[in-house]
């Protein structure tokens, strides 16, 4: 299963991982204290998730962030095109006045 996640991983572009290396680094993400007391010492419990079920979500989330990039990816070309016909007319309003 992990071979599959960082298969899986490594398709996302380098932007998409550095985001989801920072988000997965974030403070945010570990534990609060009330969390960590449920616990445990061992850090075992019900509430605690399993391993598989974690990954799986990991791989839910990579594909979402993946999804977000592309579609980032393409509204940022579509804006471009906007921008430079834009920029187009401009000059020649400019120009023809």
Partial sequence: MEQ???????????AARAELRHVLR?????????DRDL???SGDSDLAPSVPA???QLIVFAREIGELYR????????L??????????LKAYIRDS
């Fill in 4 to 14: 599959g996640l960082r298969k899986r991983l490594e398709a996302l572009p380098p």
């Fill in 26 to 34: 974030s403070p945010r993400l570990r534990p609060r204290r009330r």
């Fill in 80 to 89: 471009e095109s906007v921008n430079s016909k834009l920029e187009g007319q």
């Fill in 54 to 56: 974690v990954q799986e």
């Fill in 71 to 78: 579609l980032e990816r393409s509204r940022n070309a579509e």
């Fill in 39 to 41: 616990l445990g010492p």
